[in-house]
């Protein structure tokens, strides 16, 4: 396991690379002066061009670049343009709550995913199969922006029994406060569970293991949770580690749709306002937080499956 882990972050350095080239360079192609933004109505040339020159945007791109991996190898994610603050500490102001939700949706996936997969299973082509494969295939169909929507007016606004946005004070308001976002993300995210997992146990509980241990007399719960259940994970979580991007790239709506003062949030604001420094540093971080994640969930399917691990050094 730790020659695996060892190799797979070296992987990782190349793919770092490759992440700040195409964030540095695709943002900058984006139409939009960031100083005749900053300035606005008392853009002048003379005053664009001091503006654009004391930001060291009037170099050329390639000097722009080694001056920003300079920086980034010294810990330095640059000066924001809006905010007149280090995106650094822009960053970290926002990260609590981007990290709160991620969690908390990932969370509830797997509990929704996980439990309906499982009946889902277990009920093959009866009643609650189909239910369960109906919910799936609409969770699948709608736009989270839109579920996001719905479901404020219904439980924020007609009920007014959860907050209709921010993010709290307290863990408990913060539980309070992300349920609706983090349940939009998670009804998008559990039916690719959902499948995963229906697949994976009816294909497992038909193996030969399973017969010779219900052969044995073992009770069926015994046997879905020592013979069963371990093996199904191995592509659940391949998938749920693939789609996590889009975990992720969800916050970037749903904290828009609820006011969440996440990096999604951020990001947009960000974006509108040409402020290079902070997309730069919001980019990477998501960037981290995916590969991070994506690692993780190879060391996972490494530990449940010996195979895979020698699969992946071959």
Do not use: C
Request: net charge positive; proline share 6%.
């Amino acid at each position: 396991m730790i020659r695996f882990i060892s190799v797979r972050i070296l992987q990782l350095i190349p793919l770092g690379f490759g992440i700040t080239v195409v964030m540095f360079f695709l943002i900058r192609i984006v139409p939009g002066d960031p100083a005749k933004m900053a300035l606005g109505v008392w853009a002048t040339p003379e005053k664009v061009a001091r503006l654009r020159a004391d930001w060291g945007l009037d170099r050329p791109l390639w000097d722009q670049y080694l001056t920003f991996l300079n920086q980034l190898f010294h810990g330095d994610l640059g000066y924001s343009y809006f905010y007149r603050k280090p995106a650094a500490e822009i960053v970290l102001e926002r990260l609590p709550p981007e990290l709160f939700l991620i969690a908390y949706a990932l969370a509830l996936t797997i509990l929704v995913g996980v439990t309906l997969g499982v009946v889902a299973a277990l009920r093959r082509e009866r009643l609650p199969d189909h239910l369960i494969r109906g919910v799936m295939m609409a969770g699948l169909s709608l736009p989270a922006y839109w579920m996001g929507i719905i479901l404020l007016l219904f439980f924020g606004l007609w009920l007014r029994i959860l907050p209709v946005g921010g993010y709290g004070d307290s863990f408990p308001d913060h539980l309070l406060s992300l349920f609706l976002p983090a349940l939009t993300i998670a009804l998008g995210m559990a039916p690719l569970v959902i499948r995963a997992l229906r697949a994976s146990l009816i294909e497992t509980l038909q193996a030969d293991h399973v017969d010779m241990a219900r052969s044995k007399g073992l009770p069926q719960f015994v046997v879905l949770v020592r013979h069963v259940i371990r093996p199904a994970l191995i592509p659940t979580v391949t998938v749920l580690g693939i789609n996590i991007g889009l975990l992720i790239g969800s916050t970037l709506i749903i904290e828009s749709v609820f006011a969440i003062p996440g990096l999604g949030n951020l990001m947009v604001s960000a974006v509108s306002s040409r402020d290079f420094p902070v997309v730069q540093a919001v980019t990477l971080n998501f960037a981290v937080l995916v590969v991070a994640i994506n690692l993780l969930t190879d060391v996972v399917v490494a530990y449940l499956d010996p195979r895979a691990r020698q699969a992946m050094l071959a």
